[in-house]
């Protein structure tokens, strides 16, 4: 094939889709705005990118029909990101304003960080800052990605996966969490790539390597 490789960026009302275009871009992505199925049909990879609540996330996805959209391109092996709130939708359910119902690709919740780790320390949420994430496993996007980066983070929520096995990242704040979690055609972080400076840029570069082998 010929050009660029095109990923569809989900639109869902999330404020952060400027950043992240320009970002995929000088990746080498050529990226188009998708806000209805019809968009992502002809998309070499998909990116769900994320800020804002779990419960709008997840009523906007499926009142344009985006939430079958989005497992239907996984299940045919187009390569998916999410970032932040593109990796809570893809769990069961998450907590954030009552119980709310995700897209139950990988099993398990997305919980509120506890107010205190482990130890004695209280923790200030949300967690905002830099943090280091060490990689694992043996997924496509692992084997491209250093052993460990430094990644921008900004949340509240985090997931709480039910199968460890998914977990391919893992951060520590207060306590362990899943930083990143990935099967098959899925990669999914709860940091912002786009806001990592070099480290994002490494990620991006790799996904954009990803979904180029994948066409």
Request: glycine fraction near 12%; aromatic fraction near 8%.
């Amino acid at each position: 094939m010929t050009g660029s490789a095109k990923v569809a960026l989900v639109d869902y009302g999330s404020g952060n889709l400027r950043s992240v275009a320009k970002a995929l871009e000088r990746s080498g992505l050529e990226v188009v705005r998708a806000d209805s199925p019809a968009e992502l049909d002809g998309a070499d990879g998909i990116v769900l990118p994320g800020a804002g609540a779990f419960r709008d996330a997840l009523d906007h996805l499926r009142s344009q029909g985006l939430d079958e959209a989005v497992l239907n391109a996984v299940s045919r092996g187009r390569p998916y990101l999410g970032l932040c709130l593109g990796l809570q939708v893809l769990f069961e359910e998450g907590d954030e304003h009552g119980t709310v119902p995700g897209l139950g690709y990988f099993k398990g919740r997305v919980e509120r960080f506890p107010e205190s780790g482990s130890g004695s320390e209280r923790l200030l949420v949300p967690h905002i800052g830099w943090n280091r994430v060490h990689f694992r496993g043996d997924h496509p996007m692992v084997a491209e990605l250093p052993e460990s980066d430094d990644f921008y983070f900004v949340h509240s929520y985090r997931p709480v996966p039910s199968e460890s096995d998914s977990v391919v990242g893992v951060c520590e704040y207060g306590e362990e969490f899943a930083a990143a979690v990935a099967r098959d055609s899925v990669f999914a972080v709860q940091f912002h790539p786009e806001k990592s400076q070099q480290s994002g840029k490494r990620l991006l570069d790799a996904y954009a390597r990803w979904v180029e082998k994948s066409r």
